[in-house]
Each structure stands twice: as structure tokens, then as C-alpha cells.
């Protein structure tokens, strides 16, 4: 039986910041396709809290990496945001970085999933920032990695939509206020597993 390996790029939304590394969105979904009886291997998960785009870029370049992957997925951009950063430079930079997921995924660019970033602007920790200002950079920001995805047609799931809806249900947010819940990783995950599983069928 062939096991899989699935490779996640990103920032602390990827690591699950402020919940168990087990209810973050990467073991979430290694988690639902094994119940799904695909054998996957523990996900192998490149990111950290704070990194931006070119701070990725260099993690993976620091990385000792298998030299493919059955899977990859990639959500990096909000700390490019937060940080005040150029969506010219965000565009160069991203494109290289899925250049790369897809290298790593064996060519195989249906199987590179772009997860789209969160909007924070409904969390305690958006107070007393622009909100606004907050939505529409992040906005802008989607707009890029969205339109990268068409352009080298790999898989898109967009989680910003649901991320605005902590303002309404609490159990969406983890303790620090500012990253989503074990429970809003389940949202993504399920989304993504239905991606993976599609292309195991």
C-alpha cells in the first residue's frame, strides 16, 4: 500500500498557534483522510509565527526535503499585511514559493492546494486598528494568490469568507484572540481532505 506524504507551507495559521499541534489544520486533515483508510504519513509542516513570504521562501530553503510530496498546500501573506508590506513584492515572492510547491509536488499541480489568508480584522487583537483597511489589504492581497492558482491551475480553497464569522460564534477564535479555534481548522481541513480525496479516487 503506497503511503503518502503531505508537505503544508506557511505562518502561524499553519502551525496552529495557541491550540495542540494535533488540532491544527495539517494534522486535521492527515487525521480525516486516514479515517478515509488513505495512508498518510504525519504531515511535514514548514512554517512559523511571524514569517512572511521571503522568510518562508527561506525556510524552505533551509530545509532538508524529500524530493517529492503527494501533496502540498500553502497559506502564507498575512504577516506581509500586517507589516505593511508591498502586494507587488508579495506577488514575486508567492509566485517563486508555488513554483516550488509544485516542483516538490511532482509536477503534479492539481495536487499543490493555496489556502487563502484569514481575514483578522474581527478578532480582539484587530482593536483599535482600521478593520476596513485590515479587510481590504488582506482582500488584495487574496486577489493575488488567487490569481496566481488559476494562472498555474492548482486547487484553491478560500477560508476568509468563514474566518469573518468569529464575530458571531466565539468558538471559532482560540484563547488569544487573535487565531482561529481547533474547530475552525476543522472547517478548513474538511475542505481540503475533499480536495485530496477527489484526486485518490
Known sequence: MHVYNYLALGDSYTIGESVPLYKSFPYQVVHLLRKKEFNFNAPEIIAKTGWTTDELQNGINNSTLLSKYDFVTLLIGVNNQYRGRDAIEYKQQYEDILKKAIE???????????????????????????????????????????????????????????????KNNPSLMAADGLHPSEKQYAKWAKEIVELIASQLK
Not at 489568508?117 to 487583537?125: L, Q, R, V
Not at 492548482?154 to 468563514?162: I, K, L, N, P
Open 104 to 166: 516538490l509536488a511532482n509536477g503534479k499541480k492539481d495536487h499543490v492546494i493555496i489556502v487563502s489568508i484569514p481575514d483578522y480584522s474581527f478578532t480582539a487583537h484587530a482593536q483599535p486598528m482600521d478593520t476596513e483597511k485590515i479587510s481590504r489589504e488582506i482582500e488584495v492581497f487574496n486577489s493575488i494568490n488567487k490569481a496566481l492558482s488559476i494562472q498555474y491551475k492548482v486547487q484553491y480553497v478560500d477560508v476568509t469568507a468563514g474566518s469573518k464569522d468569529v
